[in-house]
């Protein structure tokens, strides 16, 4: 009878401690199993579902490559295999098509089994992944910013240089007579100068170089005067179509510099159109950050809105539009679609918009047009205003981008 108690006890003890560890076993998180020499899974903890997502009964017997579809190449590789030939651990890592990745551990024991234990380092790859592009980045910035101060520092000599022969210039046709013959070459050379000098400006302005004296601006009121200062230097074929909010959106701004990304987003627009050329829209207005088009392509690439609200200047056609392949580049200096010598404009918008702390959003499909939105940080005074234009939420989705 003691007997018979004592062993009862003793069988009691044994289950407890069965169930304990296979409780422990499947409290781990990671998966594991034990694999015989034919890859064949002996025992699996509850784990192993999660990790193959299928049920624990299909997984016992079953081959372990079967189950993770390694194909012959990765067996021959197989860590368990070289564990059981070297009775060392050994250790792997597999990715998935889906993009999980896992980290296979092998410790042979006797018996000729191993133990195989799986840990999902998918999200460490991810954040190793992503340190590895943040600093990629940080690295093409430094480089970025570097060039831009060296070509920065060369377009401003460039330009004091220039600056010193047109007045060298200026001073030896003054002391030539009109019919002299050399004063046509004095005129040649002084255009080439002034060529050159604008080129040498425009470089400045898209290093962000050149934003000239700031002062509160009504962004339409600039708009419609330059448009109206200059309309006969316009392309006698061009139309537009003025939406310009009074008052408009105020911004810390340059009057040159606005004329200039009016003028450059102009003639970009104008040169996109086949005859008979239709009419561009020019519009002003508000626009809130949520309400920034999804689809739209903003420049700089990492720019992000850091307020509500942005002052807007929106030109649109609907001319040949951009070519997907060719939409990062269309910022980039000297990168044109068009005839040789052209460029520098859409640089130089990005430039002082940059400058400026804003961004120019892109909307374009060929053969449909193109829709250039420059967002300005709105002035103090506009954003506590509550004019005409506050609540505007137009949308520029029927149009969008180009070259």
């Known amino acids: 009878m003691l007997f018979t108690a004592q062993h009862q006890q003793t069988e009691t003890a044994i289950e407890a401690a069965k169930q304990q560890w296979e409780k422990t076993f499947d409290a781990i998180s990671d998966w594991v199993c034990l694999v015989d020499r034919d890859y064949r899974i002996v025992r699996t903890n509850t784990s192993g579902a999660d990790f193959l997502r299928i049920p624990i009964r299909e997984i016992i017997g079953r081959q372990c490559y079967d189950l993770v579809q390694c194909n012959l190449e990765s067996f021959e590789k197989c860590p368990l295999q070289r564990a059981l030939q070297s009775g060392l651990r050994e250790e792997n890592e597999i990715k998935f098509p889906d993009g999980r990745w896992w980290h296979i551990v092998i410790d042979p024991i006797d018996s000729g089994l191993a133990v195989k234990i799986v840990s999902d380092i998918t999200q460490r790859k991810q954040a190793e992944a992503e340190k590895e592009q943040m600093q990629a980045r940080q690295y093409e910035h430094r480089k970025s910013e570097s060039l831009n101060r060296m070509a920065g520092a060369i377009a401003h000599h460039f330009n004091n240089q220039l600056s010193v022969i047109q007045g060298n210039l200026e001073l030896a046709m003054s002391d030539v007579t009109a019919d002299s013959g050399i004063t046509q070459n004095l005129i040649q050379a002084m255009q080439a100068a002034k060529r050159s000098a604008e080129i040498s400006r425009m470089l400045l302005n898209f290093l962000g170089w050149n934003p000239g004296g700031m002062e509160l601006l009504d962004l339409s009121k600039v708009c419609a005067d330059h448009l109206a200062k200059f ?21 810390q701004n340059n009057v040159q510099n606005l004329q200039l990304i009016l003028f450059s987003l102009i003639s970009n627009a104008h040169e996109a159109l086949d005859d008979p050329k239709p009419p561009l829209t020019v519009a002003t207005k508000t626009i809130s950050a949520e309400d920034i088009p999804g689809q739209a392509k903003w420049f700089p690439i990492d720019w992000r809105p850091n307020q509500n609200r942005y002052a807007c200047l929106e030109v649109t056609d609907r001319g040949c539009g951009i070519d997907p392949d060719d939409l990062d580049k269309i910022f980039d200096p000297f990168f044109t679609t068009k005839f040789t010598g052209r460029g520098l404009s859409l640089a130089a918008v990005l430039g002082l918009v940059s400058a400026a702390d804003g961004a120019v959003l ?38 969008e981008n180009d070259r």
């Open 231 to 251: 309309k006969k230097t316009l392309p006698p074929d061009l139309s537009l179509e003025l939406e310009l909010r009074e008052p408009g959106p105020l911004v």
């Open 362 to 399: 892109v909307q374009s499909r060929v053969e449909q047009g193109s829709t250039f939105q420059v967002l300005l940080p709105l002035a103090e005074k506009a954003a506590l205003g509550t004019g005409p234009d506050a609540d505007d939420s137009r949308g520029s989705s029927s149009a």
